[in-house]
């Protein structure tokens, strides 16, 4: 016998039985009596079901959660339905209400719980259902996190909840994903921090940022030479590494990678370097106090290599591995061929210097 199982959401399949549809189990079982004229499969703990040319959502035991009185219905998805009400569709949530009008409703709506909420072509509108008052317009919306929105109006961002509540009113230039429970703002290409109630922790001073890390961000501004200086602030936005790297990492394991004139070292949340900077490139330290650090050279003949080191928290460094590699010039040669060359040449002069004497 067929297996059911692939083809069940929830544990539950739609069934019909003498024109009406009903749900079933797995194992054929009826669950939920075939009543409904038309029904959907289960998404997000709910299904959609039509009665007396109605749509509305029940449970998967059958509890009526939202009562019939949609024209047309979608599947819930990260937890937001798309239902129609005479010409227009409207997003709902699990408790029926109506958080958005939608102006052009898109099959492609809330198909990235990370990304882009609604289709492209849509406009979304916040909307007070026990009123039914449009209370403004927001030109688009994205999912920043669970039960969190990013929407933009005139060129500015801002943060609604699932409710439509404005926690942040659209003002910044940018806003990106929270990490941590904290976003990265942008205010007249400055950055600072706002938490999840939209509050303003760290002012909108710094030149670049970062995600936060364990409690830390690193930081940098610009200076007179538009040289930007790196650092690292904590989320009450402290100073804990200064401000005067060309380049700087995470703290983890007590240590911070950092860049001083085009090269690599370490130093720990005193300041003070720990590991000597000399080298190309530098990793934060992982879970296990292991860091990756690399250095070119050449070998005699001209060759390219890049070691590849070993560093715990220690301080001690040990050569993992080799790699050579051919580099080359605007021309096409490579260094050993450019010193080739250079020889040869060499040798040439020589010879006919000596042959001149």
Same mark, same amino acid.
């Given at each position: 016998?067929?297996?059911?199982?692939?083809?069940?959401?929830?544990?539950?399949?739609?069934?019909?039985?003498?024109?009406?549809?009903?749900?079933?189990?797995?194992? *054929?079982?009826?669950?939920?009596?075939?009543?409904?004229?038309?029904?959907?499969? @289960?998404?997000?703990?709910?299904?959609? !079901?039509?009665?007396?040319?109605?749509?509305?959502? $029940?449970?998967?035991?059958?509890?009526?959660?939202?009562?019939?009185?949609?024209?047309?219905?979608?599947?819930?998805?990260?937890? &937001?339905?798309?239902?129609?009400?005479?010409?227009?569709?409207?997003?709902?949530?699990?408790?029926?209400?109506? !958080? @958005?009008? $939608?102006?052009?409703?898109?099959?492609?709506? @809330?198909?990235?719980?990370?990304?882009?909420?609604?289709?492209?072509?849509?406009?979304?509108?916040?909307?007070?259902?026990?009123? @039914?008052?449009?209370?403004?317009?927001?030109?688009?919306?994205?999912?920043?996190?669970? =039960?969190?929105?990013?929407?933009?109006?005139?060129?500015? &961002? %801002?943060?609604?909840?699932?409710?439509?509540?404005?926690?942040?009113?659209?003002?910044?230039?940018?806003?990106?994903?929270? &990490?941590?429970?904290?976003?990265?703002?942008?205010?007249?290409?400055?950055? #600072?921090?706002?938490?999840? /109630?939209?509050? *303003?922790? $760290?002012?909108?001073?710094?030149?670049?940022? *970062?995600?936060?890390? =364990? #409690?830390?961000?690193?930081?940098?501004?610009?200076?007179?030479?538009?040289?930007?200086?790196?650092?690292?602030?904590?989320?009450?936005?402290?100073?804990?590494?200064?401000?005067?790297?060309?380049?700087?990492?995470?703290?983890?394991? %007590?240590?911070?990678?950092? /860049?001083?004139?085009?090269?690599? #070292?370490?130093? =720990?949340?005193?300041?003070?370097? +720990?590991?000597?900077?000399?080298?190309?490139?530098?990793?934060?330290?992982?879970?296990?106090?292991?860091?990756?650090? +690399?250095?070119?050279?050449?070998?005699?003949?001209?060759?390219?290599?890049?070691?590849?080191?070993?560093?715990? +928290?220690?301080?001690?460094?040990?050569?993992?591995?080799?790699?050579?590699?051919?580099?080359?010039?605007?021309? %096409?040669?490579?260094?050993?061929?450019?010193?080739?060359?250079?020889?040869?040449?060499?040798?040439?002069?020589?010879?006919?210097?000596?042959?001149?004497?």
């Amino acid at each position: 016998m067929l297996s059911l199982d692939r083809f069940a959401t929830y544990g539950l399949l739609v069934s019909v039985r003498d024109n009406k549809y009903g749900y079933i189990n797995t194992t *054929r079982r009826i669950i939920i009596p075939h009543q409904y004229e038309d029904a959907r499969l @289960f998404s997000d703990g709910v299904a959609a !079901v039509k009665i007396n040319g109605k749509w509305g959502y $029940i449970d998967t035991i059958g509890t009526e959660i939202i009562s019939p009185q949609y024209d047309d219905a979608t599947d819930f998805i990260y937890g &937001f339905a798309q239902v129609k009400m005479g010409h227009k569709w409207y997003c709902i949530n699990h408790n029926g209400k109506c !958080v @958005f009008v $939608i102006t052009y409703k898109s099959n492609n709506a @809330f198909r990235d719980g990370n990304g882009s909420v609604w289709g492209n072509n849509m406009k979304i509108q916040p909307y007070d259902y026990t009123n @039914f008052i449009i209370i403004s317009a927001y030109e688009d919306i994205k999912k920043l996190s669970q =039960n969190v929105f990013m929407v933009s109006r005139n060129g500015k &961002f %801002g943060i609604i909840n699932g409710w439509g509540d404005e926690i942040v009113s659209p003002q910044y230039d940018k806003i990106n994903y929270p &990490f941590e429970g904290y976003s990265a703002v942008q205010l007249d290409n400055k950055w #600072g921090f706002i938490d999840q /109630k939209g509050i *303003r922790i $760290i002012p909108c001073i710094y030149d670049t940022v *970062r995600r936060f890390r =364990n #409690g830390t961000v690193a930081v940098g501004k610009s200076t007179s030479t538009e040289r930007i200086e790196y650092g690292i602030i904590n989320k009450s936005g402290e100073i804990v590494i200064p401000l005067k790297y060309d380049d700087i990492g995470n703290i983890s394991c %007590g240590q911070v990678p950092v /860049k001083i004139d085009n090269k690599w #070292g370490y130093i =720990n949340t005193s300041a003070k370097i +720990t590991i000597p900077v000399k080298y190309d490139s530098a990793s934060d330290f992982d879970g296990a106090g292991i860091a990756t650090a +690399t250095l070119k050279g050449y070998t005699d003949d001209g060759t390219t290599y890049i070691n590849t080191y070993e560093v715990n +928290t220690s301080g001690e460094v040990k050569l993992r591995g080799t790699e050579y590699i051919d580099e080359y010039d605007s021309w %096409g040669y490579s260094q050993k061929e450019l010193n080739d060359m250079y020889l040869a040449a060499y040798d040439g002069i020589a010879e006919a210097t000596w042959n001149t004497d």
